[in-house]
C-alpha cells in the first residue's frame, strides 16, 4: 500500500480498506471481523478510527449500527494497489502456463479451513 500512497497502513489496515471495497456494500464492524477472522473487534475498530481519519472511509449511522464504506480517495488506493499487484506479482505467475492456479488456490482455502477447525479442536482438549 506504501506504493499506492498510504505509507502509514497496517496490514489489518489493508485488509479492512479492500473488504470495505469488496462488492460496494456498506458493512457493519461484527461483519468485516467475522469474514477477516479478527475475533478482537477492537484491533478492526482501531482500524477502522485510522481509515476515517485519514478519509479513506465513511461511517453512516443507521438506527444502532454504524455502516462502513470506501470513499472515493480509499476506492482510488485500492484501485492503485491491485495495478501495482498485477504488475508485480500476478503477471509474474505466467497463468497460461500454470493453468491449475485456481484450483490450487481452492485447495489452500481448504486446508487453511482445516487448520482452524484442528486448532479450535485443540484448544478444547
Known amino acids: 500500500m506504501a506504493a499506492a500512497g498510504c505509507p502509514d497502513l ?4 489493508v485488509l ?3 473488504h470495505l471495497q469488496h462488492r460496494a456494500r456498506n458493512k457493519k464492524l461484527a461483519d468485516i471481523c467475522f469474514v477477516l477472522n479478527y475475533e478482537d473487534t477492537h484491533v478492526v475498530g482501531y482500524s477502522l478510527k485510522k481509515l476515517l481519519a ?6 453512516e449511522r443507521q438506527g444502532k449500527e454504524v455502516f462502513y464504506s470506501p470513499t472515493l480517495e480509499g476506492e482510488a488506493h485500492v ?3 491491485r495495478e501495482i499487484r498485477e504488475a508485480c506479482l500476478v503477471d ?3 497463468a497460461d ?3 491449475d492456479i485456481g484450483s490450487l488456490a481452492r485447495l489452500m482455502r481448504t486446508m487453511s479451513g482445516l487448520y482452524d477447525q484442528a486448532a479450535r479442536a485443540a484448544s478444547s482438549l
Open 54 to 59: 485519514a478519509g479513506l472511509v465513511l461511517a
Open 10 to 13: 497496517t496490514i489489518t489496515d
Open 79 to 81: 484501485q492503485r494497489y
Open 16 to 18: 479492512v480498506l479492500h
Open 97 to 99: 502456463h500454470n493453468t
Open 92 to 94: 509474474n505467475l505466467m
